[in-house]
Each structure stands twice: as structure tokens, then as C-alpha cells.
Nanobody, 127 residues
Framework: QVQLVESGGGLVQAGGSLRLSCAAS????????MGWFRQAPGKEREFVAG????????YYADSPKGRFTISRNNDRNSVYLQMNSLKPEDTAIYYC????????????????????WGQGTQVTVSS
């Protein structure tokens, strides 16, 4: 199975940027659709972005669309989330996720479909 470790979170002012990284080990990520979820205090986990195995297709939730960019480097066994124009409502714990059973042409936005989760990294956006 794959192990996922996130990094790059922190405190940033509104309008700023952060780049989250997810380093995978144990297995190659080429067999997984990858994604990012987030969870704010008192709220359920929500889908942020996803990317297919080849990286050919990316998907975003409505809130971060146009501000966030997901990418992957299969040679480095890593996934990234570039977050620009951050807002206070982006404050949450961000989780890197992997899905081994999804299709090659789309990604799921349901947390139930992702078998592997990292420990999360905190992102705090101040107003």
C-alpha cells in the first residue's frame, strides 16, 4: 500500500499563496488517481481537486476553481496543490488522497472512494 505525507501548509494572509506537496512512498502513484480534500473545524471533509493517473485530466470543486491548481510528477512520486488568491474560508486541514479503483478518465469527489489518506497539513488564511 502507499503512504502519503503532506507538507507546505502554514499561515498566510488573504490574497497570498501556498504550495502543498504530497510525497508518496511504498508504491508508485502511477496506479492511483490522486486528489486533495480539506476539512474545516465543525465541517465535513470536502473535495478540493483531483487528477487522473496520467495527469491528463484535472477536476476542481467550485470554490477553489480558478485559484488552485493540482499537478503530479509521477517520476518523483509526488502530487502538488498550488493555491493562489487564498481566502479565509480556505482555512482547513488539507489531506492528500489516493484512489486505486477509480476510472482512468475521471476522479471521484467522494471521500469514501479514496482508500489512502495522508495525515493532513494545516492551512490558515488570515483576513
Amino acid at each position: 500500500q502507499v503512504q502519503l505525507v503532506e507538507s507546505g501548509g502554514g499561515l498566510v494572509q488573504a490574497g497570498g499563496s501556498l504550495r502543498l506537496s504530497c510525497a508518496a512512498s511504498g508504491r508508485t502513484i502511477t496506479i492511483y488517481n490522486m486528489g486533495w480534500f480539506r476539512q474545516a473545524p465543525g465541517k465535513e471533509r470536502e473535495f478540493v481537486a483531483g487528477i487522473t493517473r496520467s495527469g491528463a485530466r484535472t477536476y476542481y470543486a467550485d470554490s477553489p476553481k480558478g485559484r488552485f491548481t493540482i499537478s503530479r510528477n509521477n517520476d518523483r512520486n509526488s502530487v502538488y496543490l498550488q493555491m493562489n488568491s487564498l481566502k479565509p474560508e480556505d482555512t482547513a486541514i488539507y489531506y492528500c488522497v489516493a484512489d486505486a479503483t477509480g476510472t482512468y478518465y475521471s476522479v471521484s469527489d467522494s471521500p469514501r472512494d479514496y482508500e489512502y489518506w495522508g495525515q493532513g497539513t494545516q492551512v490558515t488564511v488570515s483576513s
